[in-house]
């Protein structure tokens, strides 16, 4: 079975909670978080955003459409859900602590289920090979550092385990939207990792996702050390900050898949807009692990 996509389903399982029954809130509130996430990712990726929602949606087919967007709201990236009963049958088992994503069950009280990366056992054909996983040698304290170093930039880094396993991590200009950023003004960027990923597959995603900072793909930064290119269409960005990472990674005993996505996304970019000069100051300042000479 492929996990592309792929939603479990079986017998509805009954919850009692006496008159404490677990129901989800007002229609309002429901639109408010969904209408209130597809905004926030509007601002990330632009129009792409739609097509994003409703393949979301096109993909959990099992699902009514409006519990596939409370699949979305509660766990972005999410690859299968199934209930536990489920999971149990093919072999695997939900892990302690994780957090269940709620969704409606017609006439009867809501229903529980578990996404992939919340659960642990038996291997799912195809998940494996995802672009996103990178393999390799890369110790704590190297990807601790990259941290710091994107922090002096005014980056901030912050892991996740709100995200499905395939959405390995988000870059925003906070800048762009002040009211994002309501905890930290001072902070203009932010990047979240999937905290559920290995440290190799961490360290990639945050090197593509600095990549798409530093390459200036969501907004100038304020000092001019690098310009706003935010303008540029989603497969160049995408490529330049995957060009990022896969130098980075290379450099730093990662091995990951970006190779071959590379080539995919040659076919859809503008080659005449790539700027090999942001690729590579971008990818220098993932590695410059001290303090930049610009800031001392």
Same mark, same amino acid.
């Given at each position: 079975?492929?996990?592309?996509?792929?939603?479990?389903?079986?017998?509805?399982?009954?919850?009692?909670?006496?008159? %404490?029954?677990?129901?989800? $809130?007002?229609? /309002?509130?429901? +639109? *408010? &978080?969904? #209408? %209130?996430?597809?905004?926030? $990712?509007?601002? /990330?990726?632009? +129009? *792409? &955003?739609? #097509?994003?929602?409703?393949?979301? $949606?096109?993909?959990?087919?099992?699902? *009514?459409?409006?519990?596939?967007?409370?699949?979305?709201?509660?766990?972005?990236?999410?690859?299968?859900?199934?209930?536990?009963?489920?999971?149990?049958?093919?072999?695997?088992?939900?892990?302690?602590?994780?957090?269940?994503?709620?969704?409606?069950?017609?006439?009867?009280?809501?229903?529980?289920?578990?996404?992939?990366?919340?659960?642990?056992?038996?291997?799912?054909?195809?998940?494996?090979?995802?672009?996103?996983?990178?393999?390799?040698?890369?110790?704590?304290?190297?990807?601790?550092?990259?941290?710091?170093?994107?922090?002096?930039?005014?980056?901030?880094?912050?892991?996740?385990?709100?995200?499905?396993?395939?959405?390995?991590?988000?870059?925003?200009?906070?800048?762009?939207?002040?009211?994002?950023?309501?905890?930290?003004?001072?902070?203009?960027?932010?990047?979240?990792?999937?905290?559920?990923?290995?440290?190799?597959?961490?360290?990639?995603?945050?090197?593509?996702?600095?990549?798409?900072?530093?390459?200036?793909?969501?907004?100038?930064?304020?000092?001019?050390?690098?310009?706003?290119?935010?303008?540029?269409?989603?497969?160049?960005?995408?490529?330049?900050?995957?060009?990022?990472?896969?130098?980075?990674?290379?450099?730093?005993?990662?091995?990951?898949?970006?190779?071959?996505?590379?080539?995919?996304?040659?076919?859809?970019?503008?080659?005449?807009?790539?700027?090999?000069?942001?690729?590579?100051?971008?990818?220098?300042?993932?590695?410059?692990?001290?303090?930049?000479?610009?800031?001392?």
């Amino acid at each position: 079975m492929n996990a592309q996509g792929l939603l479990f389903t079986d017998e509805p399982e009954q919850h009692h909670h006496g008159q %404490g029954e677990l129901r989800l $809130a007002h229609f /309002e509130d429901c +639109a *408010s &978080a969904i #209408d %209130g996430l597809f905004q926030q $990712a509007f601002i /990330e990726r632009g +129009a *792409s &955003a739609f #097509d994003e929602f409703l393949n979301f $949606a096109e993909k959990f087919s099992n699902l *009514s459409v409006y519990n596939a967007m409370l699949v979305r709201v509660q766990r972005p990236g999410a690859s299968a859900v199934a209930s536990r009963k489920k999971w149990q049958s093919i072999g695997r088992r939900v892990m302690p602590g994780a957090i269940p994503i709620v969704i409606l069950q017609p006439f009867g009280p809501v229903r529980f289920v578990f996404e992939f990366g919340d659960t642990e056992g038996q291997d799912i054909v195809g998940e494996a090979d995802s672009p996103l996983f990178a393999t390799g040698k890369i110790d704590k304290k190297t990807y601790d550092n990259t941290i710091k170093a994107a922090e002096k930039y005014g980056v901030a880094v912050n892991e996740t385990d709100q995200y499905g396993v395939l959405l390995a991590g988000t870059a925003l200009g906070l800048g762009i939207r002040p009211e994002f950023n309501s905890a930290n003004p001072k902070v203009p960027f932010q990047v979240k990792v999937n905290k559920k990923h290995d440290l190799p597959t961490r360290f990639a995603t945050l090197a593509h996702e600095l990549g798409h900072i530093y390459c200036g793909h969501v907004g100038r930064e304020s000092k001019g050390r690098w310009p706003d290119r935010s303008t540029l269409d989603d497969a160049l960005c995408e490529m330049e900050a995957e060009a990022v990472a896969w130098l980075v990674c290379q450099r730093n005993g990662v091995t990951s898949r970006s190779k071959a996505y590379l080539s995919s996304l040659i076919e859809k970019a503008d080659l005449s807009q790539v700027s090999m000069y942001a690729i590579f100051e971008a990818a220098n300042r993932v590695e410059s692990r001290t303090i930049p000479a610009d800031l001392k």
